[in-house]
């Protein structure tokens, strides 16, 4: 056969493969199709077969992923629906709706590990874009890494300065690390670039009861009242149980005499001089700050405070859970001497006493013992569940 049929030939077989492709395409650019029509009639399973059809005829239609991808989701199949986006980011490993598709869905099912991976993915793909970084920041939220999320919020308003959400996500890692003040300051500008910004007006009011400025966090519970959303509803609801529930906001250790800070094995010689004499007792004191005014008579009833050791969660555990010779261990009594309250300053003080042993050798863990109050505020509000325990191992209310 000579050069010039072998060149026919293979003329000829290209033309049927490229007829073949383009009937594939055609193929599944109708399955795709229905699948749309029957995504509307909201008849998912139909919708899922045709979307399937359409990625089997041409692998490489994103429309298809993307779609069927979206249907799992809307059915609570999001692990279905992770498969299908990993197959697209497999079939087109630069594309940013395939990456972006799949780490929202690992999002959406808390797989925070490898969602970050692929939002840093993402990040190279495309290094200019804010929304890489915006959802690096909210994962590093979910994940208690605010410094990270501080600096991922920092790059959304650099590369979109005027995208309000930069400055929201900066608000709300401000917020987390305690930083009320700067905080404030990002609130108040994603404010001002969208107006009847939810979310925004709700952390500024949590930024502001931070800072002790209830008054200021009454008017952005007002401002979500005026919005008439049902989000903003919802917001004002739990904005407003934030400021009028009684909790510990922390303690006053300057106006304290029990070192809470201190760890496992301490002798309780060092907490005060006195003990050093065997069968010696001492009174000690510990001041706990509440974030609005409280009913005096239940802060000053000794009743209404438990003091225990820890047994895990935030509290830790006593000794870190190993005690080495529980003899020298030296116990509190479950309630306190006596209370007192300020009622100017919000502020209890708790007296307890500590007892040497015979021996004279006992030991404590002062950061482990678990301070806990069950009263109520001024206007018979229970405490916050959140906020009305306390040890040194925590550092602040739990």
Request: aromatic residues 12%; hydrophobic residues 35%; negative net charge.
């Amino acid at each position: 056969m000579d050069i010039s049929q072998l060149n026919a030939n293979a003329d000829t077989l290209a033309s049927i493969l490229s007829s073949q492709k383009a009937q594939r395409e055609q193929v599944a650019q109708y399955a795709l199709v229905r699948g749309l029509s029957f995504l509307q009639e909201k008849k998912y399973d139909r919708a899922i077969s045709e979307f399937k059809r359409a990625t089997a005829f041409n692998p490489e239609l994103e429309e298809a992923y993307e779609y069927l991808g979206k249907v799992y989701q809307t059915t609570e199949k999001t692990n279905k629906a992770i498969e299908v986006y990993k197959t697209w980011v497999q079939y087109n490993p630069t594309s940013e709706k395939a990456i972006t598709s799949l780490g929202n869905a690992y999002i959406e099912t808390k797989q925070y590990d490898v969602a970050e991976k692929q939002f840093k993915r993402l990040a190279q793909v495309a290094p200019t874009s804010a929304y890489p970084y915006n959802s690096l920041g909210h994962i590093y939220l979910s994940t208690d890494r605010y410094e990270e999320a501080e600096e991922q919020f920092k790059k959304v308003i650099k590369y979109s300065s005027r995208d309000a959400n930069g400055y929201y996500g900066l608000g709300l890692a401000l917020n987390k690390q305690k930083k009320y003040k700067e905080a404030v300051e990002q609130f108040e500008t994603a404010i001002s670039m969208k107006k009847g910004f939810e979310y925004a007006h709700s952390d500024l009011g949590y930024a502001y009861i931070g800072l002790g400025q209830k008054a200021k966090a009454e008017e952005q519970l007002e401002i979500l009242s005026d919005l008439h959303t049902d989000l903003a509803s919802d917001l004002a609801v739990e904005l407003e149980l934030a400021l009028f529930t009684p909790k510990i906001t922390s303690t006053k250790p300057l106006d304290s005499t029990f070192p809470s800070v201190l760890g496992p094995r301490t002798p309780v010689s060092v907490l005060d001089a006195s003990l050093l004499t065997p069968n010696q007792s001492k009174t000690f004191s510990l001041t706990f700050q509440f974030n609005q005014a409280m009913d005096a008579s239940s802060v000053q009833n000794s009743l209404n405070w438990f003091i225990f050791k820890a047994s895990g969660g935030q509290a830790g555990f006593y000794n870190n859970g190993i005690t080495i010779q529980p003899e020298k261990e030296i116990q509190l009594s479950p309630v306190p001497n006596s209370v007192s309250y300020d009622q100017k300053n919000y502020t209890a003080t708790i007296y307890f006493t500590i007892t040497q042993n015979a021996a004279g050798d006992g030991v404590i863990d002062p950061s482990h013992w678990v301070f806990k109050f069950k009263g109520t505020d001024i206007s018979g509000n229970i405490m916050d569940s959140d906020g009305d325990e306390y040890d040194g191992f925590a550092l602040s209310p739990f």
